[in-house]
Nanobody, 121 residues
Framework: QVQLVESGGGSVQAGGSLRLTCTVSGYTSTRRCMAWVRQAPGNEREGVATIDSDGTTTYADSVKGRFTIFKDNAKNILYLQMNSLQPEDTAMYYC???????????????WGQGTQVTVSS
């Protein structure tokens, strides 16, 4: 039983920071692509960042230099550190995982329920 639970969202002013947490349970495979995906009202889902089985990370151009994806040493918690937040970052943020060595596509198998991030001007 794989479960992903996000937390850490909230409301901040532009320029502020938040750290999102995704706690993963029931996932035992060494093949692991983990990701943060966001969706704003009226918009399609947008991949934010990924981290693959060997720790390689990728970022959407819109968040490069501002967001950092990382895992703890136990490999059971995924984080997204978000700095210099902008109103355009306002969205529901989801964590997701799939059983692949690399994050070559966005077809994730398991999803969390999301955590809301709201950035005001």
């Amino acid at each position: 039983q794989v479960q992903l639970v996000e937390s850490g969202g909230g409301s901040v002013q532009a320029g502020g920071s938040l750290r999102l947490t995704c706690t993963v349970s029931g996932y035992t495979s060494t093949r692991r692509c983990m990701a943060w995906v966001r969706q704003a009202p009226g918009n399609e889902r947008e991949g934010v960042a990924t981290i693959d089985s060997d720790g390689t990370t990728t970022y959407a151009d819109s968040v490069k230099g501002r967001f950092t994806i990382f895992k703890d040493n136990a490999k059971n918690i995924l984080y997204l550190q978000m700095n210099s937040l902008q109103p355009e970052d306002t969205a529901m943020y989801y964590c997701a995982v799939k059983r692949t060595w690399f994050c070559a596509s966005n077809d994730y198998t398991y999803w969390g329920q999301g955590t809301q991030v709201t950035v005001s001007s």
